[in-house]
């Protein structure tokens, strides 16, 4: 069993907990920088929350696959 295995089932249980990880870690950065970019923090905040949801998909619509 690989360290990689099962990842997927532990991001679902704790779905809850990165989501919110996320939006304090955007949080932080606008307040450190004045909101100046925080159409980019959005962007990459809505980017991890389609990766944590399943949707597998950036901001490319290409599905990234991994060759082993």
Excluded: C, F, P, W
């Excluded at 690989?2 to 532990?10: E, F, I, P, T, Y």
């Excluded at 939006?23 to 991890?48: F, I, M």
């Excluded at 950036?58 to 060759?67: A, L, V």
Aim: glycine residues 16%; negative net charge.
């Amino acid at each position: 069993m690989g360290v990689l295995d099962g990842m997927g089932d532990q991001i679902a249980k704790h779905k809850d907990k990165i989501d919110g990880a996320v939006e304090q870690g955007g949080d932080y950065v606008d307040s450190k920088t004045d909101n100046k970019y925080a159409d980019h923090v959005d962007k990459g905040q809505d980017y991890l929350r389609d990766k944590v949801s399943g949707q597998g998909e950036g901001q490319d619509g290409h599905t990234e696959t991994r060759q082993t």
